[in-house]
């Protein structure tokens, strides 16, 4: 889905500011260019959250917010990344490589963000919401969708997809 080249610039907030994993959070939500929704606490109370990665556009607000959620044993549990939902631009670096010659080439293209609408349909927020299972496994998939001006990506191994879509309609 959102697995973009973008892993390349990941910038892990963890490792820059010290200290309450809520105080970041709350430092990272006063500067996006869009709402940066969170789960209720009553659904991850037990869990810690980790910002994992935080892209600024230049030197202005953050673009692309991921976080990750760990049950009490540190184990991973539910991911959830999030950006502005529309004119939201990336860049996709495409490496070309031809074996009989023996070269490689690699160009960037630019695209402009666009939801796919892949999956079963859930009502969340007052949006429409795509849960996609994942193939081959059980529990978990990703689930995601537009809320206000924000796109939403959320995904799980652990969490069904009852539990995903619960902790969905928490987000504020």
Known sequence: MLLKTLLMLTISLGSILEGDETLHLQKI????????????????????????????KGSGPYRDVRLH????????????????????????????????????????KTEIFQQTTNGEV????????????????????ILHWIQGDTYVEMSSGDLTKEQMVEVARSMK
Do not use: C, M
């Open 29 to 56: 939500k006063s500067h996006t260019d869009f709402k940066l929704l969170l789960p209720d606490e009553i659904h991850t109370k037990n869990w810690k959250v980790e910002v994992r990665w935080a892209f600024p």
């Open 69 to 108: 959620y760990f049950d009490q044993r540190g184990e991973y549990v539910l991911g959830i990344e999030q950006h502005k939902a529309r004119d939201y631009v990336y860049e996709i670096k495409i490496e070309e490589i031809d074996l009989q010659k023996h070269t490689s080439r690699t160009r960037t």
């Open 122 to 141: 859930i009502p969340i927020n007052g949006a429409k919401a795509y849960f996609e299972a994942w193939v081959n496994q059980s529990p978990g998939g």
